[in-house]
């Protein structure tokens, strides 16, 4: 959401009435930790037109909410996050899985690190949640904070399928570079391992071996596909398919099972790649873009509007990189 450039419309300090009234919404592991001088409230506009109330505390961003959204949720930047580990349900992944993240894609519950030792908390569909990653011995974060968009126990009933969190913002995006730049803070698994106890310290040894396991077989089954076909069935279909023609199935199979006619629009380009075209890529391909004669989503757009008497998606220019979806035709 803050991916791009954003306008900020007033940033001005807060009365004590307001800030007590600010504070008495935090958990109180945080609010405990705030100090009642420094705080400003502002609104901006992002550049898919949301407007956001965020609150910064000596400059800080820590917190902002939706406008428009009745129920005021209460949403943590990165750096509240980070002022305790108990505030906010944490999802943790691999490091892997949150260069996903990082490119526009919401986040899948198959990514999800979810077994007896690293145990899903409880949360309500729409409460603020946070990801840490993990990568070998180290844990880093939270690096995300997004939007449960259904609740733990609905996880829990579907499996761990499907989309699970949308993506608010991450660390190193422009709503956290209006605060100090600070780097997401590390923990080494070992430390988590003593703080859990000398009884538990074999258990989640074990299961941080299997976390490092478990990565490898992710990244072997992205690389040879998923399911029970075999390799040789994988293979037929790539050669049956080419790279033009798989774009063009996803394209028209996000406009109209991910995007909808309900898709507020203008609908950012880099979003619709992220979210609605690339979850529909099958389990058993990869969809590289600089393998098509595209080369670029950009080139796609403009050759496969001339496909028809009338465009599919109309396509309106913001700058360089920020082109947005105006209007669709679902022919599709």
Known sequence: MFKKPFSVKNNASMRNSDIKKLIARLPPSVSSQLSKNGVASGRLTTFNEYLIDFYTFEKVPLFFEFTE???????????????????????LVHRNVFS?????????????????????????????????TIQGDTITGPVAVGK????????????????????????????????NRKPAPTISVADVIRSMGSEEEPKLKEAVEN??????????????????????????????????????RCFLAGLKHRMTKSAQLPFDVGQFYARCLLPCVPANRRLDMKKTKYKKFATFLDEVNKMESAPIVKIQGKGKGNDVIAAVSFIC
């Open 148 to 179: 449960a968009v259904m609740s733990s126990s609905e996880m829990r009933a579907c499996g761990m399928k499907g989309r699970g969190v949308q993506i608010l913002h991450i660390d190193k995006d422009l709503f956290w570079e209006l605060g």
């Open 100 to 132: 996903y993240l990082e490119n526009g894609a919401d986040l899948m519950l198959p990514g999800v690190i979810c077994n007896e030792h690293f145990g899903l908390p409880e949360f309500s569909i729409g409460a603020p949640v946070v990801i840490c």
């Open 69 to 91: 959204d009745k129920s005021r949720t209460l949403f943590p930047t990165v750096y509240a996050t980070w002022m305790s580990q108990e505030a906010w349900p944490i999802f």
């Open 211 to 248: 976390l490092e396991i478990d990565e490898k077989k992710e990244e072997g089954e992205e690389k040879n596909g998923e399911g029970e076909e075999s390799g040789e069935a994988v293979e037929e279909k790539e050669d049956e398919e080419k790279p033009e023609e798989l774009l063009l």
